[in-house]
Nanobody, 120 residues
Framework: QVQVVESGGGLVQAGGSLRLSCAAS????????MGWYRQAPGKQRELVGV???????TYADSVKGRFTISRANAKNTIYLQMNSLKAEDTAVYYC??????????????WGQGTQVTVSS
């Protein structure tokens, strides 16, 4: 079993910063990629950014230059540093982890989500 847990959401004023954390744990042999997605009320879930096992990153155009994904020394933990936040960044942010378990099964797990609210 694999668990994915996010933390760090909250309320922040426009122009402010917030950092989210995501930790994957359990029977993990390797992780191919971890990423952040978000879903605003009435909208579909969308990609925010992804970090791959080779440390390469991909970001949505809407967050480029403002958000940064990084990995902790504990490789199964990632962060999302969000700067210059805008009201339209308000959403539930979800972490996703993909990889293989020790018995070589592929996994693709989501966290429970953390609310980010940006007041204008």
């Amino acid at each position: 079993q694999v668990q994915v847990v996010e933390s760090g959401g909250g309320l922040v004023q426009a122009g402010g910063s917030l950092r989210l954390s995501c930790a994957a744990s359990g029977s993990i042999a390797s992780i191919n990629a971890m990423g952040w997605y978000r879903q605003a009320p009435g909208k579909q879930r969308e990609l925010v950014g992804v970090i791959s096992s080779d440390e390469s990153t991909t970001y949505a155009d809407s967050v480029k230059g403002r958000f940064t994904i990084s990995r902790a020394n504990a490789k199964n933990t990632i962060y999302l540093q969000m700067n210059s936040l805008k009201a339209e960044d308000t959403a539930v942010y979800y972490c996703n982890a993909q990889g293989r378990t020790w018995n070589l099964f592929r996994f693709d797990y989501w966290g429970q989500g953390t609310q980010v609210t940006v007041s204008s």
